[in-house]
């Protein structure tokens, strides 16, 4: 089975940064687009910004120019650098693969099991 593995959450002070981490496991032949969302009480969960196997990206509004995602293929992982932290950042962050082809089966809109996000002002 293929797994989303998320790390890299936690408390930080506004203004400062923090490294999200999201490591797909199994025998992966490809995942397209990979991205981070992130979800508060009462809110809808929300894209932060995305990245395709060929590297374009796509960022939420409110984190252009703060985050950055980069991924590596061949560790079949994803990263989230955030800079310049709002306490409006504060969430739990899930990492979300569109679609991942293994030799096995291909399985479609996976989601890790989330990490927390705490910005404190």
């Known amino acids: 089975q293929v797994q989303l593995v998320e790390s890299g959450g936690g408390l930080v002070q506004a203004g400062g940064s923090l490294r999200l981490s999201c490591a797909a496991t199994g025998r992966i032949l490809s995942i397209p687009t990979m991205a981070w969302y992130r979800q508060t009480p009462g809110k809808q969960r929300e894209l932060v910004a995305s990245i395709t196997s060929g590297g374009a990206t796509n960022y939420a509004d409110s984190v252009k120019g703060r985050f950055t995602i980069v991924r590596d293929n061949d560790k079949n992982t994803v990263y989230l650098q955030m800079n310049s932290l709002k306490p409006e950042d504060t969430a739990v962050y899930y990492c979300?693969?569109?679609?991942?082809?293994?030799?096995?089966?291909?399985?479609?809109?996976?989601w890790g099991r989330g990490t927390q996000v705490t910005v404190s002002s």
């Open positions: 979300n693969a569109d679609r991942i082809v293994t030799i096995f089966r291909t399985s479609f809109d996976s």
